[in-house]
């Protein structure tokens, strides 16, 4: 087995995938982004700090080394504003970023609202971000890469060329729009002066890396659920939010990338549209909502909540082959009685054996629901000392809902989370890195 990990979400995202390669980056060399770009934050917390990355890999709080690697896109403005962030705090940065990522720029994010609005009912929900008309000109083999940007000889031609066409574009949702070419030549040329220490070709130094013998965590953006492949379509993202995509992201082979840990919350939420089975509309919803923090990282906005739905988290277990889980915000779900889990679906009467990937599918489905009671809610101080003291201490009541978690999906956990800094985590299992 390889020294290396990975962290998957395998739901929609904002299963605490940033805390937890924070935590396993404390005994790794290097920390990989392979995919998104910054429409996917991740907020850790350690030693009294919060940092809300939205690009940077997760490892940069601890000075690891970082590398954004080729299947990422990238604002290069946010990139740098995240640099200098982390430089204000007398952070160390290690960083390697690809060649070959795609760059984006100022039209992409305008692009991007404007086929939103476009697309009515089918509307994704995005960040406007620009992710997806980036990734768009990347699959249509006009995107301008790293590689252009730190090369202004180079990306002047391209980036003329692709303005003239994404300029026709926007005129057909706004005839007024027409930035100067000029200005953003200028502007993208000084960030690529500035990029241009960090560029290296990241297949070749990570496949060195690994061969080496040096422990990689690969960190995920999104969760499973919004992956362009094996996800919600067209309800998600551009990229493979999965394992699946870490080879096509990096250039590291399917052999070289070890373990696999999936991670879940001890509920459901979601941003974006597109129907959410055990989604709650109420006061419960409410009080999960604040006692989570379900606002997101990038845009601040809440996000919707609901039920744990293990009919999905099943699918993402398959498609990504999982090791272990982690569940996280445990103490989020304090002071609600009684709570639900579900197990499957039912559609027409019958109880499908596995999850619809369809959304017109899923939408006429009724989820089915197992009943567990709640536990009482507890201060900070005391979720930070049941942690301490490890599973033993946790309410019979959490043990009893963490081990019909781990009975339904037929997977060993190896950690439980009950708050988001580095010492509110219990250990079940510290031999999977």
């Not at 297949?203 to 422990?215: C, F, P």
Request: charged share 25%; with cysteine; hydrophobic share 35%.
């Amino acid at each position: 087995m390889s020294n290396n990990l990975t962290i998957i979400g395998l739901s929609w995202g904002d299963e605490g995938k940033g805390k937890f390669t924070d935590y396993f980056a404390q005994r790794a060399d290097v920390v990989v982004r392979y995919n998104g770009g910054n429409n996917a934050g991740h907020t850790i917390k350690a030693n009294g700090i919060k940092y809300k990355l939205k690009i940077m890999p997760s490892g940069a709080p601890l000075e690891k080394e970082c590398v954004i690697a080729n299947g990422c896109v990238v604002d290069p403005k946010i990139l740098l504003e995240e640099i200098d962030t982390l430089k204000k705090l007398h952070k160390k940065i290690n960083l390697k970023l690809s060649s070959t990522a795609h760059v984006i720029f100022p039209f992409h994010n305008i692009l991007d609202g404007l086929e939103e609005t476009s697309k009515g009912r089918f509307s994704a929900g995005t960040t406007k971000r620009g992710i997806g008309p980036t990734y768009s000109d990347k699959a249509a083999r006009w995107g301008l890469r790293i590689f252009d940007l730190i090369n202004p000889e180079i990306m002047r031609p391209k980036l003329e060329q692709l303005y003239k066409i994404k300029k026709q574009l926007i005129n057909i949702f706004d005839p007024s729009w027409d930035t100067d070419i000029n200005s953003i030549f200028e502007e993208y040329k000084s960030y690529g002066e500035r990029l241009k220490p960090y560029v290296i070709d990241t297949a070749y130094y990570l496949n060195n890396v690994i061969d080496s013998g040096k422990k990689v965590v690969f960190e995920a953006a999104q969760g499973n659920l919004l992956g362009i492949d094996h996800g919600y379509y067209p309800f998600g993202t551009s990229s493979n939010s999965n394992a699946l995509g870490i080879s096509a992201g990096t250039g590291i082979p399917p052999k070289k990338i070890g373990r696999i840990i999936g991670i879940i919350k001890a509920y459901t939420s979601r941003v974006g549209e597109g129907n959410f089975p055990t989604e709650l509309i109420n006061e419960t919803a409410e009080q999960i909502r604040e006692q989570g923090g379900e606002y997101g990282t990038v845009t601040g906005r809440p996000r919707r909540v609901g039920w744990l739905d293990l009919f999905n988290i099943e699918y993402g277990i398959m498609v990504n082959g999982v090791d272990r889980i982690i569940i996280t915000l445990l103490d989020a779900l304090e002071g609600i009685n009684p709570l639900k889990i579900c197990t499957g679906y039912e559609l027409n009467g019958k109880v499908l054996k596995s999850w619809p990937i369809q959304p017109e599918i899923v939408d006429i489905c009724t989820p089915l629901y197992k009943s567990f009671q709640g536990w009482e809610a507890r201060t900070r101080e005391e979720w930070l000392e049941i942690a301490q003291k490890g599973y033993d201490a946790l309410p019979e009541t959490i043990k009893i809902y963490v081990q019909a978690i781990k009975e339904e999906l037929q997977t060993d956990i190896a950690f439980l989370s009950v708050g988001p800094d580095r010492k509110e985590t219990i250990v079940l299992d510290n031999n999977i890195f």
